[in-house]
């Protein structure tokens, strides 16, 4: 009699917790799950105008173009609090930023947004925020806009014994477990515990590898990039966005960073810079949206836009010296 | 450490284990390990303040000594007030030198003279309104003769630094906690189960309603020149139950592993939002303090005796000293004398003490006169809670302009349905235990087993599902 109360309470624990779930996955009783961020696009006026072509270059402006994902889009930051904002005020000067980061994009994407606007925008700077998830698309990428979406586990169709399959089927049926495991990973990732066979497992150890396809794409797109950009006498910044939430465990990245170092070695066409070592020691808590997710808040787009407007200026001020240089020696010329 | 966190939730079964496992045999080893825990979880925060624990230890363990041996009088009262204003002393510094530095600046600039004075960057060492109020508690009622010095400083210093109500209470009083020091604790089953269904309360009432009600709080009280009344209004009602989650539920959760290790701590909390007059409101919250206040300023102050002036007087102290003691912030005085203004017209009638017994005793509802009583003393209290919140005086004024504007009776631009449905099943949960010490309290019948573990595995997995998604401190280890 124990054992059967034990096990009817036990079945009713989990019946419980699978309609909660539910109800909530159905309703979203509290509006806020805690992954989720706020993503508003913001519509631009100057984008619309290079679009229609309608867009003329001003000389005396420095042009900025933005690439990337929410995670410099701004996703869960109010609009003026956001990277091109504060970029645009740090340079004072008459500056125009194009921003054309989008949430969702994939390296894919930005590629393709980098092709179509720099021909109309003609930027002097091209900043890339580069997410180390970025690499996940799909090759060869016909019409794609979207990258691949990280799914949870796929449901197991092929046949399995035993208990096996009953734990299987029980896992592709339940909500719960999935959200329940899904949470333990988030949890255990934001201490710095990575499941080895988890997805973040996954992209930061084995998809950057040398013989990743996607990682040769990636490589390949980005040399077009800083071709192009240096065709056209631009600057190429390419910034690898750090993971907000797990600033305190850049350790889980040491691998992935590796890789982006040889490459960079490789290429000297590219201004590189590691966002890690921007918020070297610092605790996460005081630049992350939300522990679940690496969204960077308001402060660190701040601190971003910091960095970067003081290397435009510092390039400004050296270009602007050698034409000064130029000039000078000219007039030593005889003739 | 924080109790929501991964950390505490690593700390405590270790505790657990060996304190019931390997120190069981030995009570003086059993309280050496509480002292060890207690600074363990409060070095956690930041180590450097241990040593002011430890020093208002030694200096209380000193004194209650000479206290004992010590006939004369007046001797003895200098004792008392070494201890005293060495407790409040370091209590002031931390927390007030900055707030009367400020005030004093102002009130002189006010009559011409300017004083260049600079504030210091004092860092509040959490729980230290808490545990002075602790240890002066010991002091006092042995100077009164009211409790034996103890000889034993193991199990003094595990009083004075007891983990699970060491940062934001209850604030146990010496002659109920440190007598239980005292005697060897066993292994109660059922007190262990008891004590993990009220920790399980409390983590509820902090993360599912507190956290999440914090949420929109602090999105409505920071913009509040951006949204109409309506919304205003609802800001501060979820506020009301952020602070009551936020705090009730961490003395829930003190008291819960309290029971764990054995010990009995006094209700702090006992369903305030159900009491039909200010009064009643104050006899059921934050019951430790008040009751502190009450014995040890209220009556030597003369309490309710004498002349109606010298009565209202004390009351008005009792009130502003109560909200100076939650922050160095005329809000929290402002409060205080609201409160005070609440309470006095139904103690000068001498009607403070109409409501003793539980409201609707016996009744599954309560009857009009006092839905109407319990939601006055709600409307009340809520207005209240608005200086409470508010960053300073004008923020609070024009919060409540804000609220008195047309836009009353426009509908809220903020509305989450669901949390305010969770509020509901909160209340309803309080509702039905309000004659007992918590919440999820469980039920006495037989017949309601099944609803009693039904209700125990819907707040669990609340818990798992409805959390904020950072952990956010207690608002109470400001104070």
């Known amino acids: ?335 | 450490m924080l109790f929501n966190s991964i950390d505490f939730a690593i700390f405590l079964p270790i505790v657990f284990i060996l304190y019931w496992f390997v120190t069981n045999k030995n009570l003086k080893l059993q309280n050496l390990l509480i002292v060890i825990s207690s600074y363990i979880f409060y070095g956690w925060w930041d180590w450097r303040f241990l040593s002011l624990i430890l020093f208002s230890t030694i200096l209380d363990y000193s004194i209650g000594i000479s206290l004992s041996k010590q006939v004369n009088q007046n001797k003895r009262k200098m004792l008392l007030w070494i201890s005293i204003l060495m407790n409040l002393g370091f209590l002031g510094f931390f927390k007030y030198y900055n707030f009367f530095l400020a005030n004093f600046m102002t009130a002189f600039s006010f009559f011409g003279t300017e004083i260049n004075a600079n504030s210091l960057n004092i860092i509040l060492p959490v729980g230290i309104s808490f545990y002075t109020f602790q240890t002066l508690s010991y002091t006092i009622d042995v100077y009164k003769r009211q409790l034996e010095t103890t000889k034993d400083f193991i199990a003094f210093s595990a009083f004075v630094s007891f983990f699970p109500q060491l940062v934001a209470g209850p604030i146990e009083r010496a002659t109920n906690l440190l007598p239980q020091f005292y005697t060897k604790r066993y292994f109660d089953y059922s007190k262990t189960v008891d004590g993990m269904r009220q920790i399980l309360w409390g983590l509820f009432k902090k993360i599912v309603i507190a956290d999440n009600c914090a949420q929109y709080a602090n999105i409505i009280f920071n913009n509040s020149s951006e949204y109409s009344g309506s919304t205003l209004v609802l800001g501060a009602i979820f506020f009301t139950f952020q602070i009551y989650g936020d705090f009730s539920g961490y003395s829930d959760i003190a008291i819960g592993t309290s029971r764990l290790f054995g010990f009995n701590l006094k209700q702090n909390f006992a369903f305030p939002y159900f009491s039909r007059d200010i009064a009643e409101f104050w006899r059921r919250w934050h019951i430790s303090l008040s009751s502190w206040f009450r014995d040890y300023l209220y009556i030597p102050l003369g309490g309710s005796r004498g002349r109606t002036k010298n009565k209202i007087r004390n009351v008005f102290i009792i009130f502003l000293v109560s909200g100076f003691w939650h922050g160095a912030n005329w809000t929290f005085i402002i409060w205080g004398a609201l409160n005070a203004l609440y309470f006095l017209p139904i103690f000068i009638t001498n009607n403070n003490r109409n409501n003793l017994n539980i409201v609707a005793q016996g009744k599954y509802l309560p009857n009009l006169k006092e839905f109407l009583l319990m939601s006055l003393t709600f409307i009340l209290t809520v207005f209240a809670w608005i200086f409470f919140r508010a960053e300073n005086i004008g923020h609070a004024i024009s919060y409540i302009n804000n609220i008195f504007s047309p836009t009353l009776f426009e509908s809220s631009e903020i509305f989450p349905l669901g949390l305010l449905l969770l509020i509901l099943f909160f209340l309803s949960i309080e509702w039905m235990n309000r004659n007992k010490q918590y919440g999820l309290e469980k039920f006495n019948k037989q017949k309601f087993k099944f609803l009693d573990v039904l209700l125990l595995f819907t707040v669990f997995w609340s818990i798992v599902i409805w959390n904020s998604s950072k952990e956010v401190e207690f608002i109470y280890f400001q104070f």
């Open chain 1, 1 to 335: 009699m124990k054992a059967l109360n034990f096990f009817f309470y036990t079945c009713l624990f989990f019946l419980v917790g699978e309609l909660i779930i539910r109800i909530d996955l159905e309703y979203d009783i509290l509006n806020n799950s805690p992954y989720k961020i706020e993503v508003k696009i913001e519509e631009s006026e100057l984008r619309n105008k290079i679009e229609k072509g309608n867009f003329i270059p001003n000389p005396n402006q420095t042009r900025i173009l933005v690439i990337g994902d929410s995670y410099i889009n701004g996703g869960g930051i109010p609009i003026e609090k956001r990277f091109s904002k504060r970029l645009s005020n740090l340079l004072k000067e008459e500056t125009l930023i194009l921003d054309i980061s989008r949430p969702s994009n994939s390296t894919l994407d930005n590629y393709n947004s980098f092709l179509f606007y720099q021909e109309k925008f003609k930027p002097q700077f091209v900043f890339w925020a580069y997410n180390f998830n970025d690499i996940l698309y799909s090759i060869p990428p016909i019409n794609s806009s979207k990258k691949t979406e990280i799914v949870p586990p796929k449901r197991v169709s092929r046949k399995k014994i035993g208990l096996k399959k009953y734990v299987s089927q029980l896992y592709s049926f339940s909500e719960l477990t999935r959200y329940v495991s899904s949470k333990i990973q988030k949890q255990l990732k934001f201490q710095g515990i990575v499941v080895p066979i988890g997805e973040f497992y996954q992209l930061t150890q084995k998809t950057y590898l040398e013989t990743n396809k996607n990682w040769i794409d990636t490589k390949k797109k980005l040399n077009v990039v800083s071709q192009i950009c240096k065709t056209n006498q631009s600057k190429f910044i390419l910034y690898k966005m750090p993971e907000f939430n797990l600033l305190n465990h850049s350790n889980l990245f040491h691998s992935l960073d590796e890789k982006f170092v040889n490459y960079i070695n490789s290429n000297k066409n590219i201004t590189y810079y590691n966002g890690i070592n921007d918020f070297e020691n610092e605790n996460s808590d005081k630049f992350m949206l939300s522990k679940y997710d690496g969204h960077p808040n308001e402060l660190a787009h701040f601190r971003i836009a910091k960095k970067i407007a003081e290397y435009i200026m510092g390039e400004k001020a050296r270009t602007h010296n050698n034409i000064h240089k130029e000039q000078e020696s000219d007039l030593l010329l005889p003739y």
